[in-house]
Every structure is written in structure tokens, then in C-alpha cells.
């Protein structure tokens, strides 16, 4: 709650009396004046709010935060009333659930779901809500994660001289389609400094060589941890990351093929495409595992081509569908949409 002193606008005293509502965000109450005419002695409560006096408009910004969303995913195996149990630690508390959904393979007999629900009213503090859950977690022989809205993840992307991914994410970031923080990017060559600094965001090189890579991985691990990295986007990086990096991250990097995977893994996919005459090429986002291009998918996507096309057609055709096959694999990673099971992933849209 803010007092606020100021001089009103003619004819706003006599407009609005003694209660009056601004926006629906501020309500404003009006005590007469004491000893200054045309005075108002503001008490409100607000994100943020504008007022003039005689002269000039003067400012006062009162930052809240939204209420907390607190989100779980989850998987065990399946059984009757999870989802009524689930619902029921939520509403016992006070929580209003936003979005519910869930599954279960048939096959493996495993159950998956995601909950958001608000905390505005939570009988639980956000910070304790973890160790709360965590008995009934057990219960289920669970594996689970909850995660708010109120911290945005963490991010670090690495290239290398292709920017076309790159910019996909730097554009849709800028008008605020991911909830992330693009901590800093990380190239092993230096041709994308300038948009890197176009954008202010910290750009380090590393040049790797096949005698110093694990020393570089060594480095770059250690900048990640520096800026408390939650997720490496590799945005066609041309490097094969080491077991020992992928170790450090299970689940948190997200690449970027190029290709309809399973099929053309490794170098060149286009050209080996293109040689095999297919009538379609795509682009795969999945996260990084210690075997080439086997990683859970997230998110694919194709288009059609044909004999008419040239290996630069497909390429160009390839690109289009690499940046926004990854941009849209980010987002639901951001959004934390994605539940990993095994060699596959369960993806709530």
C-alpha cells in the first residue's frame, strides 16, 4: 500500500468524489484536502500508475508480481485415483488448478500428467510446496519435478556460423513468446559476436580443435555454471558434445537436426536426402543423449520436395523448417510441457 501526495488535474476533485475507480487495477480513495485547495491524498495499490500536477505529469511505479503458477509433471506407474488425489492435495490447500492433463501408455501401463493450479490463495507457502508434495510423490513411486512461472529458465545457446536458428529464437524471445533469459551464447567460431552484441547479450568464443576439446568443454561447463545455466540450446552447433558434458545436463539440452529422424543421422543429412531421392525432408528438436542423434524427440516437422529440387533447394527448404522446429521445441521446454519417457517424450500442447 502507497500514499501518494499530488496536485489533480482540474476538475478531477469535483469528478470524482470521495471513492473512484481508475482502472481495474486501482481504486483510489479521495480525502478532502487540510490545508492546500485542490489537493488529494491518494491511497492505492497497483502494478503501476501516471498523475499530473500544475506543471507536469509525474510517475509512480509500484512493481507486484502476478500470483505464482505452480506446475507438476509427473509419471508413475498407473493406477485408480491418481488424478483424484492429485486434484484433492490441491484443492485441500486452496489452489485453483488452471490446466490439467494427462495420459497413459496402454503398452507400458505408465501414467503422465501435468497440473498447474494458481497459489494466490495456497494454504502453503510457494517455497515449502516442494517438500509438501513429496510424501505423496513417494507413495506413487513417482518420478516428478514442480516448477512456477515466477523464475524464467535459464538459458545458454551455442552456435557456430549458422545464424538462421539463432535469430528465430533472438526475434520471438524479443517480443515475448518464451518465458526464458538468454543468459549468454557460446560459438566455437566468431562470426555471430555482432549479433550477439546486437541483441546485449554476452557472446564467448571458444575455438575447439580435436586436441583441446575436452578442455574447452571443461571451460565452457564451468561458464555455465557461473551464470546458473538451466538448459543449453544448441542452435546448429557443429559439435559433438562429450558424455561427460551431456552427463551434466540429462534432459536440459535441446538440439536441433536436420533431418526426419530416425532416418539421415550424423553429418550431411541433405546431401545424403538428396542422393537417396526422397519426397520429403524434415527437421528434428530432441534432447542430447551420449548416441548420436538418438535423444527423445520433442518436436518434427516436414516438407515435401520433389525431383525438381536442387541439394541447395533442399537446404533452403531445411532451414525454414530448423528454426521453427526448434523455436517451438524451446517453448514447450520453457513452458515445461515435456515429460521424458525413456527413449521418448510425452508432450502436453
Not at 491524498?41 to 500508475?49: D, I, K, P, V, W
Not at 490463495?121 to 513429496?134: D, G, K, T
Not at 542452435?235 to 530416425?262: C, E, K, T, W
Not at 532451414?319 to 510425452?346: C, F, M, Y
Request: charged residues 20%; neutral net charge.
Amino acid at each position: 500500500m502507497v500514499k501518494m501526495l499530488i496536485t489533480p488535474l482540474s476538475g478531477f476533485e469535483r469528478s470524482f468524489g470521495k471513492t473512484f475507480i481508475v482502472s481495474p487495477s486501482l481504486v483510489v480513495l479521495y480525502q478532502p484536502p487540510i490545508r492546500q485547495k485542490n489537493t488529494l491524498n491518494f491511497f492505492l495499490s497497483a502494478t503501476s500508475c501516471f498523475f499530473a500536477n500544475a506543471n507536469a505529469v509525474q510517475s509512480k511505479k509500484i512493481m507486484t508480481s502476478p500470483h505464482t503458477v505452480a506446475i507438476l509433471l509427473l509419471s508413475c506407474a498407473d493406477r485408480p485415483g491418481l488424478v483424484s488425489r492429485i486434484s484433492h492435495f490441491i484443492y485441500e490447500r486452496g489452489g485453483n488448478i488452471l490446466d490439467l492433463d494427462e495420459h497413459v501408455d496402454p503398452v507400458e501401463k505408465t501414467f503422465f500428467i501435468r497440473v498447474s493450479w494458481s497459489t494466490e490463495n495456497f494454504s502453503i507457502p510457494v517455497a515449502e510446496l516442494v517438500e509438501a508434495f513429496a510424501p505423496l510423490a513417494k507413495e506413487f513411486n513417482a518420478s516428478w519435478k514442480i516448477r512456477f512461472t515466477g523464475r524464467k529458465t535459464r538459458i545458454a545457446i551455442f552456435v557456430s556460423r549458422y545464424d538462421h536458428c539463432l535469430q528465430e529464437i533472438l526475434w520471438r524471445n524479443s517480443i515475448g513468446e518464451f518465458s526464458i533469459d538468454i543468459a549468454l551464447i557460446v560459438a566455437n567460431h566468431p562470426d555471430l559476436g555482432s549479433l550477439a552484441a546486437h541483441h546485449a547479450i554476452p557472446f564467448h568464443h571458444f575455438p575447439v580443435t580435436r586436441e583441446n576439446k575436452l578442455e574447452i568443454e571443461r571451460q565452457e561447463i564451468d561458464l555455465l555454471e557461473k551464470h546458473s545455466i538451466d538448459t543449453v540450446v544448441l542452435a546448429r552447433y557443429m559439435q559433438v558434445l562429450s558424455p561427460q558434458f551431456v552427463d551434466r545436463y540429462p534432459g536440459q539440452i535441446i538440439n536441433i537436426h536436420h533431418s526426419f529422424l530416425p532416418a539421415f543421422v550424423g553429418s550431411s543429412p541433405y546431401r545424403q536426402a538428396y542422393e537417396r531421392g526422397v519426397k520429403i525432408i524434415g527437421a528434428t528438436s530432441h534432447y542430447v543423449t551420449e548416441e548420436l542423434d538418438q535423444g527423445p524427440i520433442i518436436e518434427q516437422d516436414i516438407v515435401r520436395v520433389s525431383h525438381k529440387d536442387s541439394l541447395d533447394d533442399l537446404v533452403r527448404k531445411g532451414r525454414d523448417l530448423e528454426r521453427l522446429v526448434l523455436a517451438h521445441a524451446l517453448r514447450l521446454h520453457s513452458e515445461h510441457r515435456i515429460l521424458v519417457n525413456g527413449k521418448k517424450t510425452v508432450v502436453f500442447e
